[in-house]
């Protein structure tokens, strides 16, 4: 039996304890990157031994059988998941179920770099939107943001997107003192270009050589200031991720908010998260963990790999409790946003 066949007699569904059903994986599918984004990662990271990560063909069997079991969208990550040798054959693979009607969306994170290289062979693929992260339009800041990147790579990146026809969104990390003043410009650019855009809070995620406390901004606060220009109007749209929308009356285009600290939205989590070395969050902020690759390669059936699933599913977390002050300097966590995936 293949493993395709083998996981259309599973049981569709997976509920959590907490009864939230998971319809929604993202997966990091390397820990590289050609930034170095200060609050995501630090200068000198060392990344995994090649031999560590899963195949381009066990990242298939692993997104599949999930798509087996109820879930309906699926987010490449990392990393950059646009580095990742051979990226394009996994978009091809997993293609396939965007076409069956499986999957509603097949898409990627990614900070714009590769999609002069890449961006008509996603749309190919059945990617329809995709978002790109972008914190700064100045060109100076952004390189001091990111280390290694160049701006005008990212805005040619977002050109290519967009002549491809894919739908782009813009995610914005709101850092204190660093793009705080320049985001009505971002608003202004994105949704003049016709692109959401989605500011962030800075989340304690791996020890980057830098206070927290120094970057951390909250959105409450950002929130705040934009009222002061303009109209934002709630608005019930949901991508199936943790953004709350408005739509800001005077552009006509819509501005999200994820704020994982100033109000946790868990609640309503639907998600799990995949390392590019098989290992199952449950939970962005928990240590808790699953390993996948054990089961995956200690047969060529399914059955171990369901069961690791259905296992870890059952012990899912009913939230985070991430905090930024002044006695809480050190990471919540140990791991990288670029491990877990943003
Ligand atoms: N390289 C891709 C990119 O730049 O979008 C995908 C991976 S990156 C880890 C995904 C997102 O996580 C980016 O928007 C990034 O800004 C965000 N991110 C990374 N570290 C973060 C942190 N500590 N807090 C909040 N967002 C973070």
């Known amino acids: 039996m293949d493993f395709d066949e083998a996981v259309s007699v599973r049981p569709a569904s997976l509920v959590d304890p907490f ?14 990157c050609d930034f170095r984004c200060v609050y995501c990662m630090a200068e000198n990271m060392s990344f995994l031994p090649k031999q560590d990560l899963l195949t381009l063909e066990e990242l298939d069997r692993v997104c599949s059988a999930f798509v087996a079991r109820g879930v309906r969208k699926l987010r490449l990550t990392g990393g950059e998941p646009l580095v990742r040798r051979g990226i394009m054959s996994l978009f091809a693979s997993l293609s396939r179920h965007r076409a069956s009607g499986a999957l509603d969306e097949l ?53 290519a997107a967009q002549a491809a026809g894919l739908k782009v969104k813009i995610n914005a990390v709101a850092l204190r003192g660093v793009n705080e003043d ?58 199936g991720g ?73 012990r899912k977390p009913k939230g985070h409790d991430f905090i930024i002050d002044r006695r809480h300097q050190r990471p919540a966590l140990a791991r990288h946003m670029s491990v877990t995936g943003g």
Not at 24 to 29: E, K, Q, T
Not at 142 to 159: M, N, P, Q
Request: aromatic letters at 6%; a negative charge.
């Open 107 to 159: 898409t990627l994170t990614t900070n714009g770099s590769q999609l002069p290289k890449y961006a008509a062979e996603l749309k190919a693929h059945g990617v329809e939107r995709i978002n790109i992260s972008l914190d700064t339009l100045d060109a100076d800041k952004f390189r001091a943001i990111t280390r290694w990147g160049e701006l005008d790579k990212v805005l040619a990146g977002i050109d």
């Open 182 to 239: 320049e985001l009505p410009q971002l608003l202004e650019w994105a949704h003049g270009r016709g692109m959401d855009l989605t500011i962030i809070e800075v989340m304690p995620l791996g020890d980057v050589g830098e206070g927290r406390l120094d970057q951390y901004l909250p959105l409450s606060l950002v929130r705040a200031r934009l009222v002061d220009r303009y109209t934002l109007d709630e608005l019930d749209y949901r991508t």
């Open 242 to 314: 943790p953004a709350r929308y408005v739509r800001v009356k005077e552009t006509g285009g819509r501005l999200g908010f994820i704020t994982p600290l100033t109000h946790n939205f868990c609640e309503s989590c639907n998600r799990v998260r995949l390392t590019c070395t098989g290992t199952l969050y449950m939970c962005l902020g928990q240590e808790d963990a699953a390993d996948l690759r054990s089961p995956l390669r200690a047969s060529e059936g399914n059955e171990l790999l369901h069961a690791a699933i259905e296992a870890a599913i059952a």
């Open 19 to 32: 009864g939230r059903a998971i319809t929604y994986l993202r997966v990091s599918v390397t820990d590289r």
